[in-house]
């Protein structure tokens, strides 16, 4: 009896909910950018 070779099935990726880096540091700086900005107008 022969058994077809094993092959490992693709693990789907896991659908996390964390924020690249990049996502977080626009969070962080775009507000903080405009508030300068605001207070410098004046």
Do not use: D, G, I, K
Request: overall charge positive.
């Amino acid at each position: 009896m022969r058994y077809p070779v094993y092959r490992a099935a693709p693990r789907p990726r896991p659908a996390s909910r964390t924020m690249s880096p990049l996502t977080f540091v626009l969070l962080v700086t775009v507000p903080a950018v405009v508030a300068v900005a605001a207070l410098r107008a004046r």
